[in-house]
């Protein structure tokens, strides 16, 4: 079974993370970048799928030339290689704008049964890319899944929403993104990290995948961020007296705030 | 501030970011806890036993990552500023497998060397005894051959990883003025461990007495030949010193960055007392004795790789770091003021870890009379 993981890197949640006063896009010299959490737990997932069904993982990233520390990554944890789109054009390319050439890029990997991806980055927090690729690729689309299961031609999904789970089901190739609990993402070995070396990534150009400057980047993207504040500082917190009744005010609070 | 650092290889500053990775995740946040409790975190060693890290200095052949130690120094390191017990643990590991690798014959190497560095085990290094600490030609423990055994009679001290090592790398005297080296596994009938020593710091880390009331061990498990234990011991601790040395500065880096990021937070007469000239010194003074330890181990491990001889120079490495560690730590402590002395931040306890290294793998005293004989040639 071949697998597709899709890949980004972001700026690591414990740096302080900035927008670019020109133009409101990822200021990425501000933080250190890491591979996205969540993509570690897409190529873990994979990796699982892969030492039961076979076949071979490729991660596809689209990104600048940097990223290639989180495609090593994904490949340090056992991916057997990988396609890393990165062209200046992208610079603020929107969600649909990315999903294009994501499509585009899936569609260089010979016989994909699956497209695995992380169901919201940690910096853009759209959440919609997956969908949109599938779109774009004309396969189901099942997000926020929280366990994968596949058997022959289908895989059954767990999708877990704050309304509750659902159990789904699709035949393949078909692309899933995952949630924090479908799994524990193991950290790469130094083995991992010199094979990692050694593995194929074929870098790209828009134009190697026959998509057109125009249709991406800050003028290709169908929105655009205009103005962009940092959130307000936290407001001082309310402190609680515990005079024996300590445990009942604190229960009081949550209740009022319907925390509880 | 993380310390800057020039690698050598690529490989090198993915396998740092994977240190950091699982420092951050598996060791920072429950050092404190653990060292108040002095509970030992085995399963933090098969974490990086997973990952490849107990077995870096040794060739890829045995299942090793055939690092140079500029590059293995330079993990220790890491690991020791985010908990000291776990990189002195892997320290010691490292110079218990060293003996093998060094002066094994290649059956024995071909047997035991892949489990050892493998992950899954953990090593011990057995020297010291009551009465002989600087001194070790002083043992007493003594093997006494018994057809293709010897049985071993004595006590062994100080010994990291008494009673939760998997191998012992072992000297004995097998004559009156020799001492050989054995391998011994940790599950064998007659070595025991006596309870743990209470020590002031380090304290996740066991250490005790290892009592031999005879040991059988089989004349195969010798390593090199009868009476070259010691000059393989010291040989051993040329190397570990250097890794006692990554410790310091890890250690010392820890506590330099606990006290700028307090002193820009604390404030008196109005400002961040980072801003006054008695603190802007002592702080610079403090990242000025870091930065040189680290260049001087660094210089040592060099030329290690480069197989240059190197056995002063990681004495100097070890005095030196260890010294700054010390002074480091301290002053720390003073930065912090009275929140310093308190259990609530970790200062104090750096302090009373680095104290140990000034102790052992050979006092900074030792290290002194090592220097000045290789001067005096
Ligand atoms: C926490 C801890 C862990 C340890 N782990 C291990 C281990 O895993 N394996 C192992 O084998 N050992 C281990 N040791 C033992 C350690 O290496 C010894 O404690 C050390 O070598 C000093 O020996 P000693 O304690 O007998 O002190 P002594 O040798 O009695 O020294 C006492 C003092 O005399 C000074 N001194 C001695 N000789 C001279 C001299 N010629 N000139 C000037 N001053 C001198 C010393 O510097 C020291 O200040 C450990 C010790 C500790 C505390």
């Given at each position: 079974m071949n697998i597709v993981v899709l890949v980004k890197q972001v700026p690591d949640t414990y740096s302080e993370r900035?927008?670019?006063?020109?133009?409101?896009?990822?200021?990425?010299?501000?933080?250190?970048?890491?591979?996205?959490?969540?993509?570690?737990?897409?190529?873990?997932?994979?990796?699982?799928?892969?030492?039961?069904?076979?076949?071979?993982?490729?991660?596809?990233?689209?990104?600048?030339?940097?990223?290639?520390?989180?495609?090593?990554?994904?490949?340090?944890?056992?991916a057997d290689k990988a396609v890393h789109v990165s062209d200046a054009a992208l610079h603020g390319s929107d969600a649909i704008a990315t999903a294009k050439v994501?499509?585009?890029?899936?569609?260089?990997?010979?016989?994909?049964?699956?497209?695995?991806?992380?169901?919201?980055?940690?910096?853009?927090?759209?959440?919609?890319?997956?969908?949109?690729?599938?779109?774009?690729?004309?396969?189901?689309?099942?997000?926020?899944?929280?366990?994968?299961?596949?058997?022959?031609?289908?895989v059954k999904v767990e999708r877990e929403t704050d309304e509750g789970v659902f159990f789904l089901e699709a035949s393949l190739p078909a692309v899933i993104s995952v949630n924090e609990k479908i799994n524990e993402p193991r950290y790469p070995s130094f083995k991992g990290i010199m094979a990692a070396k050694k593995k194929p990534v074929s870098t790209l150009a828009i134009g190697d995948l026959g998509v057109d400057a125009g249709e991406v980047g800050l003028g290709g993207s169908w929105t655009q961020v205009t103005e962009a504040a940092p959130k307000p500082p936290r407001a001082a917190g309310q402190r609680v007296e515990d005079e024996g009744d300590g445990g009942v005010k604190v229960a009081e609070y949550l209740v009022g705030q319907k925390l509880i | 501030m993380p310390a800057e650092r020039m690698l050598p290889t690529t490989e090198a500053e993915d396998l740092l970011s994977l240190v950091r990775e699982i420092c951050q995740q598996e060791l920072a946040p429950h050092a404190s806890n653990w060292e108040a409790e002095s509970?030992?975190?085995?399963?933090?060693?098969?974490?990086?036993?997973?990952?490849?890290?107990?077995?870096?200095?040794?060739?890829?052949?045995?299942?090793?990552?055939?690092?140079?130690?500029?590059?293995?120094?330079?993990?220790?390191?890491?690991?020791?500023?985010?908990?000291?017990?776990?990189a002195e643990g892997m320290s010691v590991h490292v110079m218990s497998c060293y003996a093998l690798a060094t002066f094994g014959t290649e059956q024995q190497r071909e047997s035991w060397l892949p489990d050892m560095i493998g992950g899954e085990l953990l090593g011990a290094y057995a020297l010291s005894e009551p009465q002989a600490g600087s001194d070790p030609a002083g043992m007493t423990t003594r093997a006494v051959r018994e057809g293709e055994d010897y049985v071993v009679n004595g006590t062994k001290a100080w010994i990291t990883h008494a009673g939760v090592a998997d191998f012992y790398t072992m000297m004995t005297k097998?004559?009156?003025?020799?001492?050989?080296?054995?391998?011994?596994?940790?599950?064998?009938?007659?070595?025991?461990?006596?309870?743990?020593?209470?020590?002031?710091?380090?304290?996740?880390?066991?250490?005790?007495?290892?009592?031999?009331e005879g040991l059988r061990v089989p004349v195969g498990r010798r390593i090199g030949e009868e009476g070259s234990g010691l000059r393989i011991a010291l040989s051993a601790l040329d190397s570990g010193r250097l890794g006692i040395a990554a410790c310091a500065v890890g250690l010392a880096q820890a506590a330099l960055d606990e006290a700028v990021r307090y002193a820009k937070e604390r404030k008196q007469f109005g400002k961040p007392i980072i801003q006054f000239q008695g603190m802007e010194f002592l702080l610079a003074d403090m990242a000025a004795a870091v930065e040189s330890a680290r260049a001087t181990y660094l210089e040592a491990a060099r030329r290690r790789d480069r197989g240059l001889p190197f056995s002063r120079q990681a004495s100097i490495a070890k005095l030196v770091a260890t010294d700054a560690a010390m002074k480091v730590t301290t002053d720390a402590v003073q930065v912090l003021g009275g929140a310093?002395?308190?259990?609530?931040?970790?200062?104090?306890?750096?302090?009373?870890?680095?104290?140990?290294?000034?102790?052992?793998?050979?006092?900074?005293?030792?290290?002194?009379?090592?220097?000045?004989?290789?001067?005096?040639?």
């Open positions: 900035k927008l670019a006063d020109a133009d409101h896009t990822l200021d990425r010299d501000s933080a250190d970048a890491v591979l996205d959490e969540i993509n570690e737990r897409a190529v873990e997932e994979a990796l699982q799928l892969q030492a039961t069904h076979g076949g071979e993982v490729t991660v596809v990233c689209v990104g600048p030339d940097r990223a290639t520390d989180a495609i090593r990554k994904a490949l340090s944890m056992g994501l499509a585009k890029a899936v569609g260089t990997v010979e016989g994909v049964d699956l497209v695995l991806a992380g169901n919201e980055a940690t910096d853009g927090r759209v959440g919609a890319l997956p969908a949109m690729v599938a779109e774009l690729l004309g396969l189901p689309a099942l997000t926020h899944a929280r366990k994968v299961e596949v058997d022959g031609s289908t | 509970r030992f975190p085995r399963e933090a060693f098969r974490v990086l036993g997973k990952s490849g890290l107990l077995g870096l200095p040794y060739p890829e052949r045995w299942g090793g990552g055939e690092q140079p130690y500029e590059v293995y120094l330079q993990v220790l390191e890491e690991i020791a500023a985010s908990w000291l017990t776990v097998t004559g009156e003025d020799e001492v050989s080296c054995l391998l011994v596994p940790g599950n064998s009938e007659g070595l025991s461990a006596a309870p743990r020593e209470r020590t002031m710091g380090l304290t996740s880390s066991p250490v005790a007495q290892l009592r031999l310093g002395y308190t259990r609530d931040f970790p200062v104090e306890r750096y302090m009373r870890e680095a104290k140990v290294l000034q102790i052992f793998e050979g006092t900074n005293q030792i290290q002194r009379m090592v220097i000045a004989r290789q001067l005096a040639r």
